[in-house]
């Protein structure tokens, strides 16, 4: 199985700053990473598709970027509704994927 | 306007036996693969199963293998999850999730529904 890791697992940033998080995949996959948003008590929301096709009605400050075993999310100007759980996912051994186990933003 | 309303869950005792479903509206069901995701409490996201748009093909996770069955009836728009033999472990919200162009990221989830074992 491919296993994904995140870093870091947390972090706590202000509105208005640059965030970036970090995917690292066991083996390479090429550019079969995506990333999902996950608010508390809701379901995850896709964001990015394919490490940097940003999905239809997400904002253009989300950016995704990599390929083959690592891979960054961007936000480039964090707002008040971006606070929550970002996930990335491998979709290279399709339909067999993987999450990564998230990364937590909150407010400082 | 898309929507996956999953329904089913509920507390079970170890050993025990629910169905779940995944109503889809607003979208063609049967031209699109669909997938189980879970999620246990204060944990990470967790593929369970796939079946392709006819329904023939299907993908389980080894932790659910032999005790799930993924099945759906694209005449009723509708995706299923039965689940037997469930452990503690199983505990968790069950997404039913639209698989976009088969490539297996997922752009439309339901609300979960959530699956208690114990005893």
């Known amino acids: 199985d491919i296993q994904m890791t995140q870093s870091p697992s947390s972090l706590s940033a202000s509105v208005g700053d640059r965030v970036t998080i970090t995917c690292r995949a066991s083996?390479?996959?090429?550019?079969?990473l995506n990333w999902y948003q996950q608010k508390p008590g809701k379901a995850p929301k896709l964001l990015i598709y394919?490490?940097?096709s940003l999905q239809s009605g997400v904002p253009s400050r989300f950016s995704g970027s990599g390929s083959g075993t690592d891979f960054t999310l961007t936000i480039s100007s964090l707002q008040p509704e971006d606070f929550a759980t970002y996930y990335c996912?491998?979709?290279?051994?399709?339909?067999?994927?993987?999450f990564g186990p998230g990364t937590k933003v909150d407010i400082k | 306007e898309v929507q996956l309303v999953e329904s089913g869950g509920g507390l079970v005792q170890p050993g025990g036996s629910l169905r779940l479903s995944c109503a889809a509206s607003?979208?063609?069901?049967?031209?699109?693969?669909m997938n189980w995701v879970r999620q246990a409490p204060g944990k990470g996201l967790e593929w369970v199963s796939y079946?392709?748009?006819?329904?023939?093909?299907?993908y389980y996770a080894d932790s659910v293998k032999g005790r799930f069955t993924i099945s759906r009836d694209n005449a009723k728009n509708s995706l299923y999850l039965q689940m037997n033999s469930l452990r503690a472990e199983d505990t968790a919200v069950y997404y039913c999730?639209?698989?976009?162009?088969?490539?297996?990221?997922?752009?439309?989830w339901g609300q979960g529904t959530l699956v208690t074992v114990s005893s």
């Open positions: 999730a639209r698989d976009k162009l088969g490539s297996s990221w997922y752009d439309y």
């Open positions: 607003g979208f063609t069901f049967s031209s699109y693969e």
């Open positions: 079946i392709s748009s006819s329904g023939s093909t299907i």
């Open positions: 083996q390479s996959i090429s550019s079969y």
């Open positions: 394919a490490a940097s």
């Open positions: 996912q491998q979709s290279y051994s399709t339909p067999r994927v993987t």
